[in-house]
């Protein structure tokens, strides 16, 4: 077989040569994939208008050399909404650009999938974006191996008052000192982060998160995912 179709995220393109553009994609059949799509960069090229960030498209490809080739596009859902507000569009790049490294090629992941395009979908369609970012990040970390322990301290105690990336949770105030990289975390935001990974998106819609915890919730995420994934992210260099 020389062909075959997939269902896509577009996560990022770049320009190759003069006419071609290399177009990266999260699909539900083969996790990321990075395909060529020919002359694409002609005006009257079909294919262009579909092929941008964001989009869901069906692909048919071709199998090359170097690069598969992406022979046709059928336009499934664009996300409007994540383009023109800039405080979506500045969250939305940052997830898309972690799951552009977190996935790999070949490596079939269904629910980063299926939590991507609910996630995007939701942020389109839903004013609450503050909690449905929160919902990603805590479900896409436990989705690639990284859960929080959030329930006690690693030696039992159900007390606790302070969190570190290193030893993988929240401890409790005997534990803090044999961690070097403790940050205080409030009673709220620990039992916000409890129940992020126990909700359904289509609750995490209906919440809110006040931008005073937004702050302190995204800055044990963003520890956290340094930590123990190692990648930084350019569009987090941009504040929201
Ligand atoms: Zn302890």
């Known amino acids: 077989m020389n062909s075959y179709y997939i269902t896509g995220i577009i996560l990022s393109r770049e320009n190759i040569g003069e006419k071609d553009r290399l177009v990266v994609f999260l699909t ?7 395909a060529v799509a020919r002359s694409s960069r002609k005006i009257s090229s079909k294919m262009a208008g579909s092929l941008e ?8 490809i071709h ?9 046709g596009v059928e336009l499934i859902k664009t996300f409007p909404n994540l383009i023109k507000d800039i405080k979506r569009y500045l969250l939305v ?4 650009e972690f799951i552009q490294y977190v996935v790999q090629e070949n490596d079939e992941n269904p629910e980063i999938f299926k939590l991507l395009l609910g996630t995007m979908s939701a942020m389109n369609d839903y004013g609450n974006i503050n909690s449905i970012y929160v919902f990603f990040w805590v479900n896409a970390l436990a989705l690639v191996g990284y859960k929080m322990r959030l329930d006690r301290c690693l030696c039992g ?5 302070v969190f570190s990336s290193s030893m993988g949770g929240v401890l409790c105030d005997d534990c803090a000192d044999k961690a070097d990289d403790v940050i205080s975390i409030s009673g709220h935001v620990l039992t916000l982060l409890k129940e992020y990974g126990n909700i359904k998106l289509s609750e995490a819609i209906k919440r809110e998160i006040p931008q005073y915890l937004f702050g302190e919730v995204e800055n044990i995420i963003i520890n956290f995912r340094i930590y123990h994934t190692n990648i930084r992210l350019k569009s987090e260099e941009v504040n929201v």
């Open 28 to 34: 539900r059949e083969r996790g990321k994939l990075r």
């Open 157 to 161: 105690k159900r007390e606790v008052t």
């Open 93 to 96: 790049s940052r997830i898309v």
């Open 53 to 60: 960030p964001f989009n869901l498209v069906r692909c048919w």
């Open 63 to 71: 199998i090359g050399k170097t690069f598969d080739i992406i022979k």
